[in-house]
C-alpha cells in the first residue's frame, strides 16, 4: 500500500525528489527481513540504521512497550520520577566497562543521563564536561574537540563538533571555540586492512598541537567515535585511542566517546570502550538502546565527572539540563527488554563470534570492479568506491538503490556503502548481503 502523496514529509538526510519519484516505502519487517510495499523481502542489512541489534519485530520488546504505555504512558523526570527510568540506569552501569569493581560496583560510571536521541546524547555529554569544569573552578575550559569525518547528530553542538563537511555547510556559523583532528583514514597507507590498522597512531599526536595553541586550561572535552560510523566506517589505527586517553589524561581534558553506533553489540562487546579497553570520561548511547522501537539516548558519566557536579545545597539544582521526555517510562521498559534478550540469548559474544565470518566475506569483494578500500571493526563494514569522473556520490548511490531492488538494504554515504547486520544473523544472511553487493557493483558502471 503506497500513500497517495508522498510530498508532504520532508524525509531526513535523502535526496527527497528523486525518492518520491521513484519510492523506498517497507511496510513490515520481522528477524532479518523487511517487507517492501510492493511485496518483496528486503534483507536488512544495516540493522535499520546502526540500531535494530535483535533484529525486527521482537515480541518481548512490543509487549513491555504496551504493557508500560497501559501502567503509566509518561510522567516527568523534573523533581518527581517513575521506578523504570532507574532500573535501566543501573542495568546499564552493569554492562559499561568496569575499571576496578568495588563490592559489585561500577567504580569507572556511577550514573546515567537519559535523553531521546544519539543528538541530545551528544549535546548532553558536552554539556556536562563544561559543568564539570565550572564546578571545579575552571569555568575558562570551554573549547571543544571533534574529529574529521565526525558526526555525532544534528544539533548545533554536535554538528559543531562533527566533521563532515555536507552536514555543515547549509547552517553557516557553528559554535565558536572548537577545533578538529585529523581523520585517520589513509587509503593510500592502510587500504584493505582488516580490522584496526597498523598504521594511523601517530595521527593522535595532534591533539598536543591543538592544546599547546590553545592552552589546556582552555579545552574542556575531546569528543570522537572509536568508529566513525557515518564517515565512512573507519576502525581506530591500533594504538591511537590510548594515546589520546593518555594525551586527554595528561592535560585534565575529558574524553568522551559517542558510542551511539558501536554500543550494544556492533563491536563484539557491550561498548567498543571495552572491547578495546580504553575507559574514557563519559559514554553516548542510543541506537541499539532500545532497539529502534522508540527514540532514547543516555549518557554514562563517570564516578569524578558525577562527583564534581554534586556541589551547593542538596536542595538545589545540580545540571540545569534536561528534556520533557528523559527517561521516558516506555523508553525505559523498552531498553530494559532489551538488556533482557541480549543477555539471555548471549548476543554480544555471539555478535563477537560472527565478526571474522563478517570479516572474511565482505574483503572477498576485493578486486570487484572500482572497490578502492575495504574496512571492517565488529559487524560494521564499508566498502569504498572509486567515485566516476565529476560526479563524486553517483556510483555510490546507484548502488545502494541497486542493492535495494535486489533484496537488500544497505546504507550509502558518498562513495561508501555500509553493512551492518543484526546480531541475529546467520551466516547465510551475511552471505546473501555480500553476494548481493558485490552482484551489483559488478553491473554498476
Known amino acids: 500500500m503506497i500513500p497517495n502523496d508522498l510530498d508532504a514529509f520532508l524525509m531526513p538526510f535523502s535526496a527527497n525528489r528523486a525518492f518520491k519519484s ?13 517487507k517492501s510495499s510492493d511485496g518483496r523481502d528486503v534483507l536488512d542489512g544495516m540493522s535499520g540504521l546502526w540500531c535494530v541489534n535483535l533484529g525486527h519485530g521482537r515480541e518481548e520488546i512490543a509487549d513491555a512497550l504496551r504493557a508500560q504505555a497501559l501502567d503509566l504512558d509518561y510522567v516527568p ?42 543528538s541530545e546524547a551528544v549535546e548532553s555529554a558536552l554539556k556536562i564536561a563544561m559543568a564539570y569544569h565550572y564546578s571545579k573552578g575552571e569555568g ?22 562533527g566533521g563532515v563537511a555536507a552536514n555543515r555547510k547549509q547552517f553557516g556559523n557553528m ?16 587500504a584493505f586492512s582488516k580490522g584496526q590498522p597498523v598504521w594511523g597512531a601517530h595521527l593522535a599526536d595532534e591533539l598536543e598541537n591543538i592544546i599547546q595553541l590553545h592552552g589546556a586550561h582552555t579545552i574542556a572535552a575531546v569528543i570522537i567515535e572509536p568508529m566513525s560510523g557515518a564517515g565512512g566506517v573507519i576502525p581506530p589505527p591500533q594504538g591511537y585511542l590510548k594515546k589520546l586517553r593518555d594525551i586527554c589524561t595528561r592535560h585534565g581534558v575529558l574524553l568522551i566517546f559517542d558510542e551511539v553506533i558501536t554500543a550494544f553489540g556492533r563491536a563484539g562487546a557491550a561498548t567498543a570502550s571495552e572491547k578495546l579497553g ?20 543516555a549518557v554514562a558519566i563517570s564516578a569524578e565527572v558525577h562527583k564534581a557536579l554534586m556541589t551547593g545545597p542538596e536542595n538545589s539544582i545540580e545540571f540545569f539540563h534536561g528534556y520533557t521526555y528523559s527517561g521516558h517510562p516506555v523508553a525505559s521498559a523498552a531498553g ?13 559474544d555471539r555478535a563477537a563470534e560472527l565478526a571474522p565470518y563478517f570479516e572474511e566475506a565482505v574483503h572477498s569483494l576485493k578486486g570487484a570492479p572500482n572497490v578502492i578500500d575495504i574496512r571492517n571493526f565488529g559487524l560494521a563494514a564499508g566498502v569504498e568506491l572509486e567515485p566516476r569522473g565529476g560526479v563524486p556520490g553517483a556510483r555510490g548511490f546507484d548502488v545502494f538503490r541497486g542493492c535495494f531492488e535486489h533484496g537488500i538494504l544497505s546504507r ?14 546467520e551466516k547465510t544472511h551475511i552471505d546473501q548481503l555480500v553476494e548481493t553487493l558485490g552482484r551489483v557493483i559488478r553491473s554498476t558502471d
Open 22 to 34: 521513484n519510492p523506498r516505502l517497507v511496510v513490515g519487517g520481522k528477524g532479518m527481513v523487511l
Open 77 to 118: 523526570s523534573y523533581q518527581v520520577a517513575h521506578p523504570k527510568a532507574f532500573e535501566l540506569a543501573n542495568r546499564l552501569l552493569e554492562i559499561l566497562p568496569q575499571g576496578g569493581q568495588k563490592e559489585g560496583q561500577n567504580s569507572a560510571f556511577t550514573n546515567v543521563f537519559f535523553a531521546n536521541s544519539g
Open 140 to 161: 575558562r575550559r570551554t573549547r571543544l574537540i571533534g574529529r574529521a569525518r565526525g558526526f555525532h547528530g544534528s544539533g548545533f553542538a554536535g554538528t559543531s563538533v
Open 175 to 190: 559554535l565558536p571555540e572548537v577545533d578538529h583532528l585529523p581523520h585517520t583514514l589513509n587509503i593510500a597507507e592502510a
Open 278 to 297: 580504553i575507559q574514557p570520561d563519559l559514554i553516548c548511547l542510543a541506537k541499539g538502546l532500545t532497539n529502534g522501537t522508540v527514540p532514547m539516548g
Open 336 to 348: 530494559l527488554a532489551v538488556l533482557d534478550i541480549a543477555k539471555n540469548e548471549g548476543l554480544f
Open 412 to 425: 550509502v554515504t558518498g562513495d561508501i556503502l555500509a553493512l551492518a547486520p543484526a546480531m541475529i544473523a
